[in-house]
């Protein structure tokens, strides 16, 4: 089975390969990989990949013509793609015409509209599933409307990209405007109450209008988190694997609010992320829509939603269509870093510091 796996300089798609590799049984793979970038790992990994390509950013003129070329010449069948700009390229060319090979991606206006987070922010906010927020832009002069309606310490962040972009907690007027000056490349910010409770994803695949499965983890730590402000890489260093229904049902109950109002069809893999109130309710803070870096945990804990994927676009006729709720043993962890494979294991188990 060959597959095209874009933006391989990114832990996400190394991970989802990963997931097959390491965690899967269903076939055979043979992996393509392209990156724009010629530093990328990825190009190089010749054990984990057939060939390797160098291509231009999606929003490039000439974009297509590499990716059709390397699918064309190489009798590429899937593709999946998991940079967050080349989702959105690849919707945008589902909904005009065809695709060159097989994907599972989301209709392109929906992809828009939850790539920005102050957008799926407001259509969420009358379920009173997301935190109270305002947005901005980096000329504004009001800044002290922000504190009035949030409080203090408030969470402010880029309304799109992902890794944590533009993300800091905000004590006051002085640490926004710093704050401003230095992303000056981030021309809308969104500011939120301060959530200090768990950081949670939830994991849902859906197919051709219907939910069939889904997964619950928790972030605790991050990877280098000392190397970003807001201490949020993207990248999970100790995380939990959940049995979560109840932040389950609020993730379809927001689901099935943003399909409503895009008038699009339930089909697509979708990463819904929380953070809880200090009393534990669970709030939205973005839906990615994609995989996400730790993507072959969940595979090492029993559910390769990587796995899954590739048999749903491959219309393999054995796969259960019947919904799933991904269950976990009780109190199993995993623990990541760079360059290591993730080890899953019980959180009693952890080492314990010897007394002082």
């Not at 990963?18 to 392209?34: K, V």
């Not at 947005?135 to 890794?163: A, C, N």
């Not at 993507?295 to 899954?308: I, K, P, R, S, V």
Request: glycine residues 6%; neutral net charge; hydrophobic residues 40%.
């Amino acid at each position: 089975m060959k597959i095209l796996i874009t933006g391989v300089g990114g832990p996400t798609p190394r991970s989802f390969v990963n997931a097959l590799r390491l965690y899967g049984n269903y076939t055979d793979y043979e992996f393509y990989a392209t990156d724009i970038n010629p530093l990328a790992i990825g190009l190089y990994q010749k054990d984990i990949y057939k060939k390797a390509f160098i291509v231009p950013p999606a929003s490039h003129k000439n974009y297509w013509t590499a990716i059709e070329t390397i699918i064309k010449e190489n009798g590429i069948e899937y593709a999946v793609i998991l940079p967050e700009l080349e989702v959105l390229e690849w919707s945008r060319r589902q909904a005009q015409d065809t695709l060159p090979c097989k994907v599972l991606l989301p209709d392109h206006t929906l992809v828009k509209q939850l790539i920005d987070k102050a957008k799926m922010t407001a259509v969420l906010e009358d379920l009173g599933v997301v935190p109270a927020s305002v947005e901005f832009q980096r000329e504004e002069k009001e800044l002290d409307s922000i504190s009035t309606k949030l409080g203090v310490p408030y969470w402010v962040r880029s309304t799109s990209g992902s890794s944590g972009l533009g993300s800091l907690l905000i004590n006051n007027r002085e640490e926004l405007e710093n704050w401003v000056r230095i992303n000056p490349n981030v021309d809308r910010f969104l500011a939120s109450t301060y959530l200090p409770g768990r950081n949670l994803g939830c994991k849902m695949l859906y197919y051709k209008g219907k939910l069939l499965r889904t997964a619950v983890g928790e972030r605790v730590n991050y990877i280098m988190a000392k190397v970003a402000p807001s201490g949020i890489t993207g990248n999970t260093s100790f995380g939990r694997l959940l049995n979560e229904p109840e932040v389950v049902q609020t993730a379809i109950k927001a689901m099935d609010r943003l399909f409503e109002f895009t008038g699009t069809q339930k089909h697509g893999f979708f990463t819904v992320d929380f953070k809880e109130d200090a009393n534990g309710k669970p709030y939205i803070t973005e839906v990615n829509v994609r995989h996400v870096a730790f993507t072959q945990c969940f595979a090492a804990g029993g559910a390769n939603l990587a796995e899954d994927t590739i048999r749903l676009m491959r219309e393999d006729q054995t796969f259960d269509l019947n919904y799933r709720m991904y269950e976990f043993e009780k109190g199993l962890i995993f623990l990541r870093d760079v360059d290591e494979r993730p080890i899953i294991m019980k959180e009693a188990d952890l080492l314990k510091r010897s007394p002082k």
